[in-house]
């Protein structure tokens, strides 16, 4: 392998877009691919824009997977074919869930493939600003090779031991996220249907014990109508699926996933899922 790995990046969506430019900023020589040409042509000032999978794999020495979910990233590895060379280090950061990281590591297995499983905490704006927190799960001896495009992607990187971990990690995460997002939606309601002006609510706990960043930047979304998708609400949803399934395969009793569940499928079914999760609010 030279000393700047040829990287070919699989997924050029909300994520994947900003990840291509910060691998690119970083020096490291990328080939793109996406399922709809359309969001890859924007990167051929900085990446070779492949037509086929085939063509962005080959003679890659990293393959990076950033799609929708675990049925998307293998029909992808499937439209590879022989072009992917067995050795190659594959980086699967979508999230796919326990069983699909499982199903996953043993297709790297009968591929013949070197597996990373590295899901990334954060958004649109954290992967345009190459501020994700990479969580890394892997044999040891892939870190020096994944690190320089860890580095360009992510402000941090916490690798987390064998191959599986990181996935079971970002679903605990994520559930946090939807936690937050849904408390704030539902607190917001409750003003609003009391009498009180919701953004009071925000006021209140502004700068205190109670607060966090994204209580105030999901809050003011959700007042101001502003859904411009950082993270797609059918996402979330499909990504609260994965949660339930991980709790009940645990034998974990979680007391608020299945409410929010409900809640964001229902803004889905209202139409809201291209929008930002945000749009839990609109319901309610």
Request: hydrophobic share 50%; net charge negative; aromatic share 4%.
């Amino acid at each position: 392998m030279s000393a700047h790995p040829i990287i070919a990046l699989l997924g050029t969506g909300t994520m994947g877009a900003g990840m291509a430019r910060n691998i690119a900023a970083a020096g490291l020589p990328l080939r793109v691919w996406n399922r709809t040409p359309e969001k890859a042509r924007p990167l051929a000032d900085v990446a070779t824009v492949a037509g086929t999978v085939a063509e962005a794999v080959d003679g890659a020495d990293v393959v990076v997977t950033m799609l929708y979910d675990e049925q998307a990233v293998d029909e992808a590895l499937a439209h590879a074919g022989g072009a992917l060379a067995k050795g190659t280090l594959w980086i699967q950061s979508s999230t796919v869930g326990v069983e699909g990281a499982d199903r996953l590591a043993e297709l790297a297995r009968r591929l013949e493939l070197v597996y990373v499983d590295a899901p990334v905490l954060g958004t649109k704006k954290p992967a345009d600003d190459g501020a994700l927190v990479v969580l890394a799960s892997g044999p040891d001896e892939t870190r020096a090779t994944a690190q320089p495009v860890f580095d360009a992607i992510g402000s941090r990187t916490i690798w987390v031991g064998e191959a599986g971990t990181a996935s079971r990690l970002k679903l605990v995460a994520n559930a946090w996220v939807f936690t937050v997002v849904e408390g704030v939606a539902e607190s917001l309601t409750l003003a609003r249907d009391l009498g009180v002006d919701p953004r009071l609510f925000l006021d209140a706990v502004k700068g205190g014990a109670l607060d966090a960043p994204y209580v105030q930047l999901k809050g003011a979304a959700m007042l101001d109508d502003d859904l411009a998708p950082a993270f797609r609400l059918a996402g979330a949803l499909k990504d609260v699926d994965l949660i339930l399934a991980a709790a009940e395969g645990a034998g974990v009793d979680l007391g608020l996933m299945p409410g929010i569940r409900e809640h964001f499928a229902r803004a889905v079914d209202a139409g809201y899922g291209d929008l930002d999760m945000a749009a839990t609010y609109r319901t309610h």
